[in-house]
């Protein structure tokens, strides 16, 4: 292929020769100028081709020299790699070499221990042997004894025999006893049951005491002894009531019921001839517990415990806090026991 430089140089030089020829052979000229230069053209890009082509040539060398180095530098780094390699390899070698000396001797002391160990047992085991032998003489002369102690036990164990089955035929008397005791039983218990389960007046005749006592006649046990018609003051031998001799406030009449009973209803009867209204204020306990308060003046009083609340107590209390007289007509408890603390049937 022709260069560059010497297109343009053939070029000129036919541009030069154009005019010195005939006029009749312009157009010959003109064509030959024209393919000339097309030649021109083509060779000039098939230039410009190869130097491209140049180019990428170049570059795929440079790209090839590039790889080159880093395959070098890999190689160096492999190679460095391994020699660390073998200098750690050798130095474990080494390591290893050294432990095994080390157990190895180790190893020979443990066997010159247990050589030695050995022999102790064996002369044990000999100590052992003779030890064994006089044993068993003993153990002939224990089975003699034991030949007789056996025919004893022998003898005493069908005497044993004898005496248990004259002490079942007593068992089986006691057990027929015991039956007949424990129907009894079971029909003694459902009687207290149904007797325990009725709700009755349990106030009346109990030991009762108040703070004071009026005129020395209107002693507290007139609130329990049944009688709730007479109470006036003409008629001076039937005052059936309570009354205490000061107005102070803390007077106190309490019940002793003589016992642990469930409390189902207290009931409180007031003077009916006059001051109902010094009743007003007055708390009801039933042992600790508040069961009610007096908040109206009227003849009597009811204050029923549900049966959800459970209330036992032991005795009954009327506590006037107010500066007032405390008396009354008649004091009436109504309950089911008596209980033991402990009692199942509670």
């Keep these: 292929m022709l260069s560059v430089p010497i297109l343009l140089l053939v070029v000129a030089i036919a541009a030069t020769e154009v005019p010195k020829r005939a006029p009749d052979s312009n157009l010959d000229q003109l064509g030959t100028c024209q393919s000339v230069r097309h030649e021109a053209q083509e060779i000039r890009r098939e230039g410009y081709a190869a130097i491209d082509k140049a180019d990428s040539i170049r570059e795929q060398a440079y790209r090839v020299k590039d790889e080159a180095f ?22 474990s070698l080494v390591e290893a070499i050294a432990l095994v000396q080390s157990h190895s001797t180790v190893t020979n002391l443990y066997i010159q221990e247990i050589r030695s160990t050995l022999s102790d047992m064996k002369e044990r085991m000999g100590r052992i042997e003779r030890r ?54 079971l029909t003694l218990k459902k009687r207290q049951e149904a007797q325990m389960s009725e709700v009755r007046l349990i106030s009346l005749y109990k030991m009762t005491g108040q703070t004071t006592t009026h005129s020395g006649t209107h002693d507290s046990d007139f609130a329990v002894d049944g009688t709730i018609t007479f109470d006036r003051h003409h008629w001076s031998d039937m005052r059936t009531y309570s009354h205490t001799a000061s107005a102070a406030p803390g007077n106190k009449i309490w019940l002793n019921l003589g016992g642990l009973f469930r409390i189902h209803k207290i009931k409180i009867w007031n003077l009916r001839h006059c001051c109902q209204e010094r009743l007003i204020g007055t708390h009801i306990y039933a042992s600790d517990r508040l069961v009610g308060t007096v908040i109206h003046a009227q ?30 007509l008649e004091l009436q408890v109504w309950g089911t026991g008596p209980f033991s603390e402990d009692d199942k049937f509670s």
């Design 132 to 185: 064994l032998e006089g044993v068993e003489d003993r153990l002939e002369g224990m089975e003699n004894k034991d030949e007789a102690r056996f025919a004893a036990l022998t003898e005493q164990s069908e005497t044993l025999e004898q005496k248990m089955s004259e002490q079942a035929a007593v068992s089986s008397s006691i057990s027929s006893h015991v039956t007949s005791t424990m129907a009894t039983a």
């Design 70 to 91: 880093e395959m070098k530098e890999e190689a160096y780094g492999i190679k460095e790699s391994a020699s660390e390699a073998r200098s750690e390899l050798e130095k």
């Design 299 to 328: 003849g009597s009083y009811d204050f029923a415990i549900g049966e959800d609340e459970a209330v036992y107590a032991r005795d009954v209390t009327l506590q006037q806090p107010l500066g007032q007289y405390l008396h009354v």
